[in-house]
């Protein structure tokens, strides 16, 4: 039996908290479908410097974060690059949200699996 999904804005409004909780800022930059829009989380490392996860699922239908630079031996790319990465994404799905978090310690905040 498939588990029951909680709507995106609920989901991201808990990220929300979860993040300004333990002192960091964020904010939803770009609001998607509230019921079932996949979430990206942008982290502010400083100096030009960003994270990027994107929320998908897996073969079972959980929800996992991935790296979609993961690949890449840059990890750690320029905010640039993410924001490119998410323009082209945007482009592609509208309902996606984007929510960016700028963290001392460049936490993300996600959810346990």
Same mark, same amino acid.
């Given at each position: 039996m498939a588990e029951p999904r909680l709507k995106t804005e609920?989901?991201?409004a808990a990220h929300m908290?979860?993040?300004r909780g333990?002192? #960091?800022?964020?904010?939803?930059?770009? *609001?998607? %479908?509230? %019921?079932? &829009? #996949?979430? #990206?989380? *942008?982290?502010? $490392?400083?100096?030009?410097? #960003?994270?990027l996860y994107v929320q998908s699922r897996d073969l %079972? &239908?959980? $929800?996992i974060w991935r790296d979609p630079f993961e690949d890449d031996a840059h990890?750690? &790319?320029?905010? *640039?690059?993410v924001d &490119?990465? $998410?323009a082209r994404e945007i482009a592609i799905d509208p309902d996606l949200w984007v929510v960016e978090i700028e963290d001392r310690e460049g936490r993300a905040f996600l959810e346990e699996s």
């Amino acid at each position: 039996m498939a588990e029951p999904r909680l709507k995106t804005e609920i989901r991201v409004a808990a990220h929300m908290r979860r993040a300004r909780g333990e002192g #960091a800022f964020a904010t939803v930059a770009r *609001k998607g %479908d509230p %019921d079932a &829009g #996949a979430v #990206a989380v *942008k982290v502010y $490392l400083g100096s030009g410097a #960003a994270r990027l996860y994107v929320q998908s699922r897996d073969l %079972d &239908g959980h $929800l996992i974060w991935r790296d979609p630079f993961e690949d890449d031996a840059h990890t750690e &790319g320029s905010e *640039k690059r993410v924001d &490119g990465w $998410l323009a082209r994404e945007i482009a592609i799905d509208p309902d996606l949200w984007v929510v960016e978090i700028e963290d001392r310690e460049g936490r993300a905040f996600l959810e346990e699996s």
